[in-house]
């Protein structure tokens, strides 16, 4: 039997829906874990506890599906350069190696996903 015709070692298709919720589930565990709501995470303000928490959320979103850009945007009511802006933003913080806050907190969440 050749191995590739198995069904169970197929992999199920991840379709647009799939992702859109798995990126509404992230938004839930970080407003939970920096104790927002969804709608500071998804608002206008620029205060800094929504923002940190905005831009983890934009942050593991984007490495966890393959969401465009414009879909996270739209996701979080951003337009797609303030998405490349928060992943360079906590990109260039991870890369501080004196600050292993950010790195623990991105752990923790992602353990909580």
């Known amino acids: 039997m050749n191995y590739w015709t198995?069904?169970?070692v197929r992999q199920k298709k991840i379709?647009?829906?799939?992702?859109?919720?798995?990126a509404?589930?992230?938004?839930?565990?970080v407003a939970n874990y920096y104790k927002v709501q969804v709608k500071d995470i998804k608002g206008k303000s620029r205060k800094r506890q929504f923002v940190k928490a905005r831009f983890i959320a934009m942050y593991l979103i984007k490495n966890?599906?393959?969401?465009?850009?414009?879909?996270?945007?739209?996701?979080?009511g951003r337009d797609h350069t303030t998405i490349i802006h928060s992943l360079q933003t906590i990109q260039?913080?991870?890369?501080?190696?004196?600050?292993t806050d950010l790195r623990d907190e991105?752990?923790?969440?992602?353990r909580i996903i």
Do not use: C, F, R, W
């Not at 379709?15 to 798995?22: A, E, G, I, V």
């Not at 991105?106 to 992602?110: A, G, R, T, V, Y």
């Open 15 to 22: 379709t647009t829906k799939d992702m859109l919720s798995q």
């Open 92 to 99: 260039n913080t991870l890369s501080l190696h004196y600050d």
């Open 24 to 29: 509404e589930n992230i938004i839930e565990k």
């Open 64 to 76: 966890s599906t393959t969401l465009t850009l414009s879909a996270i945007g739209d996701i979080v």
């Open 6 to 8: 198995i069904p169970s």
């Open 106 to 110: 991105l752990n923790e969440i992602k």
